[in-house]
């Protein structure tokens, strides 16, 4: 064989080679920013917004090229055995479960009536409205939304304030812990929020906390917006009709 006929076979085989790397499998978590929306997406009458970012898993380089392309700052986590299995046969089930949950805690929280069948066809209507958004995250921003609803109240006095957040909303309506502070902080900034509503639990998890998270953040991306740390769904309306 002539050696430019090698040349041109090996030339034929480059793509062939690419291809099926970019195929190989790999199992990873990513992370990356994400936006902000207002809380009358999910049929409530309130001024304050909710921030997501965009997460899943990817299973093969190609996935994870396209990727990269898409976005500037994105964090991938590699997943065991055991991880990748656990999300692609039980994660859907309990994101389900724990997003009606922290909605049916807000509704029952923020409500005139009791925690009974009241209460349910609202629930309904705002899982239903949440169906595209993963995750419990939106709990505490939606029990704010809701308040001001009953309350008749515009916290954004105007919309001279973006206020947003993150955190579930528990029955004793404490602010549960949440991941990806780190995007949720950005993505608010990208977007000119004013305040954003953090959990304040560092006395519970030190420093693996979304509080000395967000901390960290704020010093290390130099942020503008005001971080709020509340434990609690009243430690956040407090300081919303508090504020100046």
């Known amino acids: 064989m002539s050696k430019e006929s090698k040349i041109s076979i090996l030339l034929l085989m480059i793509p062939l080679i690419v291809s099926s790397l970019l195929f190989l499998p790999i199992h990873e978590e990513f992370t990356t920013k994400g936006d902000i929306e207002p809380i009358t997406e999910f049929g409530i009458d309130g001024s304050v917004y909710f921030t997501y970012v965009h997460s899943g898993i990817i299973e093969n380089y190609l996935e994870k090229f396209f990727l990269d392309l898409q976005h500037d700052d994105i964090e991938y986590l590699t997943l065991n055995d055991y991880e990748y299995d656990y999300y692609t046969t039980e994660y859907e089930n309990d994101v389900q479960y724990y997003k009606e949950?922290?909605?049916?805690?807000?509704?029952?929280?923020?409500?005139?009536?009791?925690?009974?069948?009241?209460?349910q066809d609202r629930i309904s209507d705002i899982m239903y409205e949440a169906r595209e958004y993963y995750g419990d995250s939106f709990g505490l921003m939606v029990a704010v939304g809701l308040l001001e609803e009953e309350l008749s109240k515009d916290y954004s006095r105007g919309e001279s304030l973006l206020i947003s957040g993150t955190g579930t909303i528990e029955k004793d309506q404490s602010v549960g812990s949440v991941g990806a502070i780190r995007y949720k902080l950005l993505t608010a900034e990208e977007n000119g929020v004013d305040i954003f509503f953090v959990p304040k639990d560092e006395a519970y998890y030190g420093e693996a906390s979304n509080q000395r998270k967000a901390i960290n953040v704020l010093r290390q991306e130099d942020l503008e917006l005001e971080v709020v740390y509340v434990s609690t769904l009243q430690e956040a309306i407090n300081f919303l009709e508090n504020l100046n």
């Open 101 to 119: 949950q922290t909605i049916v805690n807000a509704v029952n929280l923020t409500s005139e009536h009791e925690p009974k069948a009241e209460n």
